[in-house]
């Protein structure tokens, strides 16, 4: 986070914190590179002006090649020093930040996460990490190189013939102004050409994570020139980058190459007058090599490092977003939890303006099972979330064992209210990593497998060949729709929470495998607080209350046996579920005697 600054400079500048030592290392070496190579440049004149002309081939020609290949050495070494430091910098720069993010995007809040799109968010902490990391391993330390360079052989220069080496300066201004002025066009052509790099992520990753439902409904050509139109786009922002570099590298080369000439012709001319000896000419082309050329490279890094700062904007803009403050609260609970819960006028709003919820009131108190029921988009599962602090209610009061809800930490309340999602999440480890995922304590096999005994999966999982050793392939694959969820109940039992929150969790199970798991649940809810969101009457007919929502408000509550006494939306569900079920029976049945 302390990389985060409105000046793109500073903030690169800041990111390197750690590693700027080793980064000078590397470019004192790098200034010690040039400097050997302007010494050979500078050997080379001796040869020629005193070795040759004076016919001195005995100690001073030893002495010149010892000189010569002493000065090589030197600029082989410290160049070698120089890049290995430079990697080490970038790669450590880029690690770390690697690291940070993935962490700090884990802790955003659910309000971020609504909206950002994770073909997005990879891009950034891949490609764009990427760029900085280059940034660093070639465009920054090569700018020190060229800078290096430059001041050194015009030192060496001015030694040779100050005229002469003011007359290799004359096109740096051109190339500067030529630089600055690609370069900024690139950095927006490359900020177009990674936000649509973005979007070509996305869909590759919104493909792949719904594969079997594009392959059930036989979408793949769809999905495929979708993908291909989104990839066309990301050509076409391509083209433009192309286009700015094929631009500006005849520009740079043209104005290089009129320089250099102009160089050979007025030191060719010194040199006939004898203004300046051979040994001089040699050396100050040499020289004048190690000037032009390096600038030429100077603007090529300047407009290519106008993309990593492009991409450190994209990455700042991440970092800015203030995380989840998981330990804002001023209350710690003396005592465990005993799940006393109170709504009050409580109401909720996403950041579109859309109003999840409308002035709920309603109380439960410990031990109580709370069913949520209405159609989708009703808000069940908006206002179990508020119970996690996943969102703060806008207005109104929700009392938890009397104290107001957001006096809580998140954390804490996390760690003591358990879900199990409408669509469960298993990551690619094996079943017994999964179940033991939600705890952050040393859990005894015995304790695995007695919560996925309770949760009717035990026997199911020591039917594979590995058990509970079992790895599962991304999401879960390996298991069907029925027995994730299971696991998913389990791992939430182990935990052991004082409230349950049970997102339509039998949704996925059959009529056996529900009546197992309610008669498990029976045992293990008592004296836990517990909300079922759920669609089928079937599940929430046990409850202590139901509440019946339409569009964030609550239309009815009672019990089951009360409810189906009153008119209303619960008992319009209960009757049209009854028959559906009915019906399916006759059908089934009369489908039975005509196979016999």
């Not at 700090?104 to 609504?114: A, K, N």
């Not at 190339?175 to 900020?191: D, I, K, P, T, W």
Request: with cysteine; proline share 3%.
């Amino acid at each position: 986070s302390h990389a985060v600054h409105a000046n793109r400079l500073i903030g690169i500048w800041r990111l390197s914190r750690g590693f700027r030592w080793a980064y000078l290392a590397a470019t004192v070496s790098l200034g010690i590179a040039a400097a050997g190579r302007a010494g050979a440049y500078l050997t080379l004149r001796y040869l020629v002006d005193t070795v040759l002309v004076g016919n001195r081939f005995g100690r001073e020609l030893a002495y010149v090649v010892v000189a010569f290949l002493a000065a090589s050495a030197a600029e082989g070494l410290f160049s070698y020093l120089s890049g290995l430091w430079a990697a080490q910098t970038a790669e450590g720069v880029a690690m770390r930040l690697r690291n940070y993010l993935f962490d700090h995007i884990q802790r955003l809040s659910f309000t971020y996460h609504d909206y950002a799109q994770t073909g997005d968010l990879i891009a950034r902490c891949t490609s764009d990490i990427d760029s900085v990391r280059r940034l660093f391993a070639d465009q920054a330390i090569g700018i020190g190189r060229i800078i290096s360079l430059f001041l050194i052989n015009l030192i060496a220069l001015v030694r040779l013939n100050g005229p002469l080496a003011w007359l290799a300066c004359a096109v740096l201004p051109l190339l500067f102004v030529a630089s600055a002025l690609f370069g900024r066009r690139v950095g927006a052509a490359f900020e177009a050409y990674q936000a649509q790099e973005a979007r070509v992520c996305t869909v590759l990753q919104e493909n792949l994570t719904a594969v079997r439902v594009v392959r059930a409904f036989a979408r793949q050509d769809f999905e495929r020139d979708k993908f291909d139109r989104e990839n066309a786009l990301k050509l076409e922002r391509a083209r433009g980058l192309w286009t700015m570099h094929a631009l500006y590298w005849p520009i740079s080369d043209t104005l290089c190459g009129l320089q250099m000439l102009l160089c050979v012709w007025v030191g060719a001319l010194r040199a006939i007058d004898k203004v300046i000896t051979p040994g001089t000419y040699v050396a100050y082309l040499g020289i004048v090599i190690g000037i032009i050329w390096p600038m030429r490279n100077l603007g090529r890094l300047i407009v290519n490092m106008s993309t990593g700062l492009v991409s450190y904007v994209r990455l700042r803009d991440v970092m800015q977003q203030p995380r989840e403050p998981l330990d804002q609260g001023d209350y710690v609970p003396p005592a465990p939890l005993r799940g006393e819960l109170a709504f009050d006028n409580v109401s909720f709003h996403y950041q579109s303006g859309h109003e999840a919820i409308s002035n709920v009131s309603f109380s439960c108190q410990p031990g109580q099972i709370i069913a949520l029921l209405g159609s989708t988009g009703s808000g069940k599962t908006t206002l179990a979330n508020l119970l996690p602090r996943f969102y703060d209610y806008d207005s109104g009061s929700i009392l938890l064992d009397g104290i107001e809800l957001k006096r809580y930490r998140r954390r804490y309340l996390r760690q003591q209210i358990g879900i199990v999602e409408q669509e469960p999440f298993l990551f690619s480890r094996t079943i017994r990593e999964n179940i033991r995922y939600g705890v952050d304590r040393v859990v005894s096999d015995d304790e695995i497998e007695q919560a996925a005994r309770s949760a009717a999966i035990d026997n199911e999982i020591r039917a594979f060949p590995q058990g509970y050793d079992t790895l599962l392939g991304e999401r879960g694959i390996t298991l069907s729709g029925g027995q994730k969820q299971r696991v998913a109940i389990a791992r939430t039992l182990l935990k052991n929470p004082r409230i349950l929150i049970l997102d339509d969790s039998t949704s996925s199970v059959d009529a056996e495998t529900e009546a197992l798991l309610r008669s498990a649940l029976d045992r293990l809810l008592a004296g836990r607080t517990t909300f079922v969101i759920a669609h089928r009457v079937q599940s929430l007919m046990t409850a202590d209350e139901i509440l019946v929502l339409k569009q964030g408000r609550i239309v009815q509550r009672g019990t089951h046996a009360s409810l189906l006494t009153e008119e209303g939306p619960y008992r319009q569900i209960y009757d049209l579920q009854v028959r559906i079920e009915t019906e399916l029976e006759r059908e089934l049945s009369s489908a039975d005697k005509d196979h016999q």
